[in-house]
């Protein structure tokens, strides 16, 4: 098979991206606007021996993912604002014992059934901090049609490199718009996956301290193991000791604070010489190039940056760019989140940091990211 | 090697449960069941909730899953759509199953998905200090009922057996040895199979309700639960207060993973 045009959606490319990464179990609730992840999976799993199923609910669909994960499917589940509230018991329950899924979320406007048609980013904090207790957590945040099929392999691969639930951050703009887009050869794309033990069954420990990430039999291998929400010991099995639920809690973090390099990706754009940094992610970061073009043309030195991984969050890298200005924009399609992440990183100095918002369902436009620039110039 | 050493995770001993408790004797009844079927360790993922109930995995040696609080069936129902050659057995209590996670019973009954459910009912929440349940019968105390209780209760069989289970069945852990058997027919059943048993809870029921020691719980449900053969000879009035044991449904209907598989076949036909 060679590389293919299609003309297709960003929640399509999801799918697509989905089932070149080899996923072969979706488990899923309607809901506007992500359902065409659902319909597209629905259709064509059965045909590569996968399987789909409408669960009850939200929350059903979270734990069926998880359970289909750990028997050795890869799996994925996609929602939408109020579907991935409802998700975030049982994100939290993979993200404590450690097993890979990838978790869609479609942004709608919120909070509550908000604006189900329209664009939001929103949910940026809540797919950081939205399930309860400190855990890791990686998110991605593709801006185009393109972007969203190979983020969704990579999201694949992270959560199976890592052991640990992967978020997919699409904006309704990014899961709705179509674009032609260039499917690659299988062959192209890289693909990971978990670890397999190789030591003897009563060796096999699923939580070993002394390992980063632990390698992840599926059920039926003959490593018979205990899996359990509660915080545990190396074997799985429940613990109180406090000193070692402490080591346990910090290896989680660990393992993906310690590979920052693997994981953090970005792009930049006219940031070599600028005096403006404009700070956007997803379909806003589209608005954002086409306002810092038109700045140039008027002679305005500005620059885009936009994360690619927004989860965790690109301390140093942010940092490193704000330092180069003395004023940063920061427009995102909600009343101000990620702006407070990039003031937390930002060096104590006279740096003015603003954004441009809107929580009205609408798409901020370039003209509304040119007056701001125009205004602090 | 005994069946016990053979099923259980002896390193995790002793278990939590409180003195008194039967939840010890219904997870030998497993093991004997699961012995007479003749079912592998590793061919056996053991998924459950949260709650008393819902440990039992823990001291098991097989695949297990100890999940969240009401969802063992939706994991379950993963672990057997990617793996549907896998016994699952799902053990969870009255609470877990009839309240925070009675949608997900009353759907995976409806699908009819093959998995041996074993609904541990004490008719109370015993984890959490003994507050009403689903199934506290009207006019019990509990914690949350300090004037007893006003709700009509759930009768578990009932609701399985109307959401569309194929095998339903209710014993107690007085009743062991039937209770074996119960298990043994649910675990032989291919589709959704649901057994209710029932367990004294002296420590968060029975002390709020005059029946503060394990011998008269105990002594409770032998006289009051009767062989279903014998009580629907009963008259109404005998009824009263009489819980029937034994098997109330055993059908045969489509499965779900393999009506799945056949949907497999046609996709995979239709895209030639």
């Known amino acids: ?377 | 090697m005994s069946i016990y050493e053979k099923y259980m995770r002896i390193d995790k001993f002793p278990h939590i449960w409180c003195p008194g408790c039967g939840y010890g004797i219904a997870m030998k009844s497993v093991m004997r069941a699961i012995d007479r079927v003749g079912i592998k360790n590793d061919d056996i993922t053991m998924v459950s909730g949260i709650g008393c109930s819902s440990r039992t995995p823990g001291y098991l040696d097989f695949n297990t899953l100890h999940t969240t609080h009401g969802r063992a069936l939706p994991f379950a129902t993963g672990v057997k759509m990617a793996k549907p050659e896998m016994n699952i057995i799902v053990v969870t209590g009255d609470g877990d199953a009839t309240a925070i996670g009675g949608n997900h019973f009353i759907h995976a009954a409806r699908r009819n998905i093959d998995m041996t459910v074993l609904v541990y009912n004490n008719y109370i929440y015993g984890m959490t200090g003994g507050q009403y349940s689903p199934t506290t019968p009207q006019g019990k105390f509990a914690t949350t009922a300090p004037y007893g209780n006003i709700e009509p209760p759930f009768d578990v069989c009932n609701l399985a057996a109307a959401a569309g289970a194929s095998f339903v069945a209710r014993g107690t852990v007085y009743h062991a040895v039937p209770l074996d058997k119960l298990i043994e027919q649910a675990l032989r059943k291919k589709g959704f199979s649901v057994v209710e048993v029932l367990n004294p809870c002296p420590t968060s029921f029975g002390r709020r309700n005059k029946q503060p020691t394990p011998v008269i719980m105990m002594n409770w449900m032998k006289e009051n639960c009767i062989p279903k053969v014998k009580y629907d000879k009963m008259s109404d009035e005998e009824k009263v207060g009489k819980i029937p044991i034994g098997v109330f449904v055993d059908i045969e209907k489509p499965e779900y993973t393999e009506q799945y598989q056949l949907l497999i076949d046609r996709a995979q036909s239709l895209a030639k």
């Open chain 1, 1 to 377: 098979m060679a590389k293919k045009k299609v003309f297709l959606q960003g929640n399509e490319a999801c799918a697509e991206g989905a089932l070149a990464a080899g996923v072969k179990f979706f488990a899923g609730y309607p809901i506007t606007p992500s359902s065409e992840i659902a319909e597209v999976l629905s259709r064509r799993l059965p045909m590569v021996g996968g399987k789909f199923i409408q669960m009850e609910d939200e929350i059903a669909s979270m734990g069926a993912v998880i359970g289909a994960s750990l028997a050795g499917a890869k799996s994925i589940t996609a929602t939408s604002g109020p579907g991935f509230s409802l998700k975030q018991e049982n994100l939290g329950f993979a993200c404590i014992t450690e097993v890979p899924v990838v978790v869609v979320n479609v942004m709608r406007g919120g909070p509550s059934t908000g604006l189900p048609t329209c664009t939001s980013q929103s949910d940026v904090m809540q797919a950081r901090w939205g399930t309860h207790g400190d855990h890791p957590i990686i998110a991605l945040v593709p801006w185009s049609v393109e972007e969203s099929f190979h983020l969704t392999v990579r999201a694949f691969n992270l959560s199976e490199k890592y052991r640990t639930p992967v978020i997919l951050l699409l904006d309704e703009v990014v899961g709705h718009m179509r674009e032609a887009i260039e499917i690659p050869d299988p062959s192209e794309l890289e693909i990971v996956n978990r670890k397999k033990p190789t030591c003897k069954p009563e060796e096999y420990l699923p939580y070993d301290l002394n390992n980063e990430v632990n390698p992840l039999p599926a059920f039926g291998e003959g490593y018979r193991f205990h899996v359990t929400g509660l915080n545990h010991d190396a074997t799985g099995f429940p613990t109180n000791d406090s000193k070692l639920v402490q080591k346990d809690e910090e290896r989680l973090m660990n393992k993906l604070l310690n590979h920052l390099d693997d994981i953090l990706t970005w792009e930049e754009y006219m940031t070599d010489d600028m005096e403006i940094l404009v700070y956007a992610y997803g379909s806003t970061a589209r608005s954002a190039i086409a306002a810092v073009k038109q700045a140039r043309e008027e002679g305005i030195k500005a620059g885009l940056f936009r994360p690619i991984t927004l989860w965790p969050f690109p301390d140093d890298k942010t940092r490193e760019m704000v330092s180069k200005v003395k004023k940063v924009i920061v427009p995102e399609v909600n009343l101000g989140m990620i702006i407070g992440e990039v003031k937390r990183v930002s060096p104590k100095e006279d740096i003015n940091i603003v954004g441009v918002n809107r929580a009205d369902g609408e798409t901020i436009v370039p003209q509304q990211i040119l007056d701001k620039i125009k205004e602090l110039s």
